[in-house]
C-alpha cells in the first residue's frame, strides 16, 4: 500500500495537478442565499461571478468540513497504509484546520497525520505537491509528513487583488481602519505567512502584477530548482505572462497555473493573481 496526501480546495490545486500527483481534495463550501455549494463542483466560477452581477446577497464561505473529510480518511481506510492531509492556516479565519483534526479524532484503523500548512492558496498547493512526490516515490507517512514541514518554511507566497474595491465589499481582509487605510486608492499586494498580511501597495493592477515578478527574483536563487505555482481569477493571461517570465530565468522543477474556485473568489476580486515559490 501507500501514502494518500489530502488537501483542501483553498490550496489552488486544480484537477491535472491533482492528477499528476495522486492528491485527493476535500472541497469547501460557498453560502449563498441560505443555500451551500461544493467548491467548484455545485459552482463554476464563471457562475459564480455572473450572479455575483445580478444580485444583491453576497456569498460567504463555510470551510468547517469535518464530514467531507471524515468520508474521505473512511474511504481510503485499508487502501492505504496512512494519510497526510495538509490543509490551510489555522490562523486564516477558516474551519478547516479544525475539521480535518476533529475527522481525524473519528476514524478508527488508519493514521492521520494533520498539517497546518501555515498560509493557503497555491502556497499549501507547493506543500502538498512536494509531500505527494515523497508519498509516490514510497516514502512512509511519518517521511511525508517531514516532508511537507520541511518545505513550509521555504514558500514564499504573494497575492495582489485585481480590485480591493471588490474585497472591500465582501468585507474581506479585516475591516480596520489601518487596513482600509493602506489600501484606499492603491492596488495591495499581501504576503501570506500565517494569514493574509498587507505587503506594499501600487497604483495600478499592472504594477503590482509586475512586483509580483520582482519578488520572485529577490526571493528565489537561480543556483538551485525552483517549484512555483500561479493562481488567477479570471486572468489566465495575466497568470501565462508570469509563468512565462519565470519559466525564462528559472529552472522550474515544478511549475503549475490554477484558476481559483469560487471559494477563493468569494474573497478576491476579478484578475487578481497569486504567486508561491521555494527553491529546493
Not at 490550496?11 to 499528476?20: I, L, M, P, Q
Not at 461544493?38 to 469535518?66: C, H, I, M, N
Not at 499592472?206 to 481569477?233: F, I
Request: glycine letters at 6%.
Amino acid at each position: 500500500m501507500s501514502v494518500a496526501v489530502v488537501v483542501d480546495s483553498s490550496s489552488g490545486v486544480s484537477r491535472e495537478v491533482a492528477g499528476k500527483y495522486h492528491l485527493r481534495v476535500v472541497p469547501l463550501h460557498v453560502m449563498w442565499d441560505k443555500k451551500q455549494y461544493v467548491d467548484g463542483v455545485d459552482l463554476t466560477l464563471e457562475e459564480f461571478y455572473a450572479r455575483l452581477k445580478t444580485t444583491d446577497t453576497l456569498p460567504s464561505t463555510d470551510s468547517s468540513v469535518q464530514g467531507e473529510f471524515y468520508q474521505l480518511f473512511e474511504e481510503l481506510n485499508g487502501k492505504v497504509d496512512g494519510v497526510v492531509a495538509i490543509v490551510l492556516s489555522k490562523d486564516i479565519p477558516a474551519m478547516g484546520y479544525r475539521s480535518a483534526l476533529m475527522a481525524k479524532e473519528m476514524v478508527e484503523g488508519i493514521p492521520v497525520e494533520v498539517i497546518d500548512s501555515h498560509t493557503c492558496l497555491t502556497g499549501e498547493g507547493l506543500v502538498a505537491t512536494a509531500a505527494a512526490e515523497a508519498a509516490m516515490a514510497g516514502a512512509r507517512i511519518d517521511e511525508v509528513a517531514d516532508v511537507a514541514r520541511s518545505i513550509i518554511p521555504k514558500v514564499s507566497t504573494f497575492t495582489s487583488l485585481g480590485s480591493f474595491d471588490y474585497s472591500a465589499r465582501l468585507g474581506r481582509f479585516g475591516s480596520s481602519k489601518d487596513v482600509q487605510e493602506k489600501t484606499a486608492a492603491e492596488k495591495q499586494i499581501f504576503a501570506i505567512r500565517e494569514k493574509f498580511m498587507p505587503f506594499e501597495k501600487r497604483s495600478t493592477v499592472a504594477e503590482a502584477r509586475e512586483r509580483l515578478m520582482e519578488l520572485v527574483r529577490e526571493g528565489a536563487r537561480k543556483n538551485a530548482p525552483l517549484h512555483v505555482a500561479v493562481q488567477h481569477t479570471s486572468a489566465m493571461d495575466a497568470a501565462e505572462e508570469l509563468s512565462a517570465k519565470i519559466a525564462a530565468e528559472y529552472r522550474c522543477a515544478e511549475l503549475w497555473i490554477s484558476e481559483a474556485t469560487p471559494v477563493i473568489a468569494s474573497h478576491f476580486g476579478p484578475g487578481s493573481l497569486t504567486v508561491a515559490f521555494y527553491n529546493e
